[in-house]
């Protein structure tokens, strides 16, 4: 539930204005909370400047209080930033990722926004059993690869450059063939991202892309990984989810092995100003 701290309170109003469902009426010049209709988005938690506000379901620990030097980012550093990001293929494989940085990235997926705060993103870390998973995704390609190159279903001419790949990629696998992993690029570690609105797992996802890259990290969303596990039965029972688990992305992390001097060219924006 969220709670009012009336000792703390002085109904000021500021929560009632900031709630998007009116869940929060000023009585007695204090604030009362409709649990029945709050989806508890802890805006009143933030907003409120006496620390009045807390909830019995969340860890109230986690709470920090706004600090500008803490938090506050210069917003050309912050673009510059996000332009500099690069999907990384070359992955130093001497170097493992360490667990703290995985769930500090997942910390930064657990933060994004959610609708209707909702929180409905989960998280699936492969590290110690990595190659197994390789081993099963390679197999399913290869499968789907054959099949493509057999079938005349005219949906499926646009992935037999993928297929012909595909059945690369598995054989230079069974012959252990030095330097050809195109699938984890000798990475050692992986997060799949799940939930039942693509939306929200793919902000989550955004968000620990940036946060890798700020641990020193380079990351690739795997869309061959998420294709695989979505066709494979015995993918999914690795990963120990049910049908009814919807993976959206696949994040392969792994400190880059290559080093980028610039940024790149991008089209204009297309943007409608009415």
Known sequence: MMLVNEEKCVGCGLCVK????????????????????????????AICPKNAVYSDEYDMGEVKEYIEDNFKINSENLLNFMKFRRTTRQF?????????????????GRYAPTSSNMQNVSYIVVKENIQKLRG????????????????????HKKYKAYAKMWMKMYNDFKSNKENSDKLLFNSSSLIFVLSDSDVNASLAS??????????GLGALYSGFLVFAAKNSQEIREFLGISDSN????????GYPSVKYFRTVPRNGANIIWK
């Open 18 to 45: 900031d709630c998007l469902l009116g869940c929060i009426k000023i009585k007695e010049n204090k604030a009362k909370i409709r649990n029945l209709t709050c989806f508890k988005c802890g805006h009143c938690i």
């Open 206 to 215: 955004s968000n620990m892309e940036l946060m890798a890259n700020s641990l």
């Open 246 to 253: 919807k993976i959206v992305t696949c994040m392969i992390l």
């Open 136 to 155: 099963l995704a390679l197999e399913t390609l290869n499968k789907l690869g054959e099949n493509i190159l057999k079938s005349d279903n005219l949906e």
């Open 92 to 108: 130093d494989v001497s170097k493992e990722v360490e667990v703290e940085k995985i769930e500090k990235i997942i910390e930064a």
